[in-house]
């Protein structure tokens, strides 16, 4: 059954690059992008689209270094040792934990 599965798999993904494959044979024509002041800039329509997803892919990472920035400075803040009360008997009033959520 595992091996069903893997098989499944491969098809899909092999189904899916020959599809994304021929897409981009088949749209070799030239595109044109107009910009501000007259400047156009002239490629193939796959090369348009690849940059695209590029450009897509950096600003969505570029989105996303503040908040792992965050959950990497709480993550050091959590790895640091909590001291001991000077006094065994006085009671702990700093939570032991971070607090977290959303």
């Given at each position: 059954m595992?091996?069903?599965?893997?098989?499944?798999?491969?098809?899909?993904?092999?189904?899916?690059?020959?599809?994304?494959?021929?897409?981009?044979?088949?749209?070799?024509?030239?595109?044109?992008?107009?910009f501000f002041f007259g400047t156009q800039w002239r490629a193939p329509m796959v090369l348009l689209i690849l940059t695209a997803f590029a450009a897509g892919l950096a600003l969505g990472i570029l989105g996303m270094v503040p908040r792992w920035w965050k959950h990497r400075v709480v993550a050091k803040k959590?790895?640091?040792?909590?001291?001991?009360?000077?006094?065994?008997?006085?009671?702990?009033?700093?939570p032991i934990a971070p607090p977290h959520g959303l």
């Open positions: 595992k091996n069903l599965v893997r098989l499944l798999k491969w098809l899909l993904k092999a189904a899916i690059f020959f599809t994304l494959f021929a897409f981009a044979l088949n749209n070799q024509q030239d595109a044109v992008v107009h959590a790895q640091q040792p909590i001291p001991a009360p000077a006094n065994p008997d006085t009671p702990r009033t700093e």
